[in-house]
């Protein structure tokens, strides 16, 4: 059973650079993957945020970038606002029409 | 516009069926890759389902056998069937247009409670 790792919480001050990451429980992560990032705010719909690795969704603000460092897809904010505090998924595709979400990380801008 | 309106969730006790709606606008729902995704309350999010826009499906483990995704193209809707439910199936479920394998536009997802 693949499992997609994220840390459970992060913390950042504002202004300041986080990344967050998403790796496999056995194995690397690469561009076959199709890392994508999501954003979401208690009680609302996911926002997408990355797509294929390091692809920004329209509307996304450049702060946010996508990458592959070392073994694991990685979520990098340059700047972090008050209004990034959110719940951040990855997925990674798995191959054969199958998903896969990482547990989410959890960040505080404080 | 690109617009999803989930319905059908509700209260459902274990081993009941339910069937879910996704409403598409904005765009053909039979050219599009279509997904669920659920989210157990205060949980993360689980990819359930995809269907292509060939008609190819695909699941996740923890729902082979009991879920069924389908489309409608006259009606320009998705739907998911649920059978066997189990309280861990208890979520609320985002019908979700997936393109360039990206979850692109998300739902606002209904709740579906699993418990007698």
């Known amino acids: 059973q693949t499992v997609v790792t994220q840390e459970p919480s992060f913390s950042v001050s504002p202004g300041g650079t986080v990344t967050l990451t998403c790796g496999l429980s056995?194995?690397?992560?690469?561009?076959?993957?199709?890392a994508s990032w999501y954003q979401q705010t208690p009680g609302q719909a996911p926002r997408t945020l990355i797509y294929?690795?390091?692809t920004r969704s329209s509307g996304v603000p450049d702060r946010f970038s996508g990458s592959i460092l070392g073994n694991k897809a990685a979520l990098t904010i340059t700047g972090a606002q008050s209004d990034d505090e959110s719940d951040y998924y990855c997925?990674?595709?798995?191959?054969?029409?199958?998903?896969?979400f990482g547990g989410g990380t959890k960040l505080t801008v404080l | 516009e690109v617009q999803l309106v989930e319905s059908g969730g509700g209260l459902i006790q274990p081993g009941g069926s339910l069937r879910l709606s996704c409403a598409a606008s904005g765009f053909t729902v039979s050219y599009s890759y279509m997904s669920w995704v659920r989210q157990a309350p205060g949980k993360g999010l689980e990819w359930v389902s995809i269907i292509y826009s060939g008609g190819n499906t695909y699941y996740a483990d923890s729902v082979k056998g009991r879920f069924t995704i389908s489309r409608d193209s006259s009606k320009n809707t998705v739907y998911l069937q649920m059978n066997s439910l189990r309280g861990e199936d208890t979520a609320v479920y985002y019908c979700?247009?997936?393109?360039?394998?990206?979850?692109?536009?998300w739902g606002q997802g209904t709740l579906v409670t699993v418990s007698s």
């Open positions: 979700v247009k997936t393109r360039d394998y990206s979850f692109e536009y």
């Open positions: 294929t690795t390091n």
């Open positions: 056995s194995g690397s992560v690469s561009t076959t993957h199709y």
């Open positions: 997925v990674l595709h798995m191959g054969s029409g199958i998903w896969v």
